[in-house]
Nanobody
Framework: VQLQASGGGLVQAGGSLRLSCVVSGCIFRSCAVGWFRQAPGKEREFAAAISWRGGSTRYSDSVKGRFTISRDNAKNTVNLQMNSLKPEDTAVYYC???????????????????WGQGTLVTVSS
């Protein structure tokens, strides 16, 4: 299973970015996919997750209402639309996957078996 994240960059506070994660080697429709982030000097934290059918989503309190996770199974892609970005959103963002998630979504990183490389998001004030 491989995940490839892209879409990071530099944006001003209040702006938007869209991250994408291409998932391959997984029976895609049975994999829950999540986004985590890690700021400099901080632990990796959960941001958002989506179920294998896309009908269920989960967000951390820090991104709820600003970020939207979605998936396109035909393209094996999960997207994270990030709006109203704040400097504290600056981090390396990782997409990750685990088999399951049809009934509930996990927010802890240990639940995720497969990880992509990170993509850096920098929000300037």
């Amino acid at each position: 299973v491989q995940l490839q994240a892209s879409g990071g960059g530099l944006v001003q506070a209040g702006g938007s970015l869209r991250l994408s994660c291409v998932v391959s080697g997984c029976i895609f429709r049975s994999c829950a996919v999540g986004w985590f982030r890690q700021a400099p000097g901080k632990e990796r934290e959960f941001a958002a997750a989506i179920s294998w059918r896309g009908g269920s989503t989960r967000y951390s309190d820090s991104v709820k209402g600003r970020f939207t996770i979605s998936r396109d199974n035909a393209k094996n892609t999960v997207n994270l639309q990030m709006n109203s970005l704040k400097p504290e959103d600056t981090a390396v963002y990782y997409c990750a996957a685990y088999v399951g998630g049809s009934t509930s979504l996990r927010g802890e990183s240990l639940a995720y078996d497969y990880w992509g490389q990170g993509t850096l998001v920098t929000v300037s004030s």
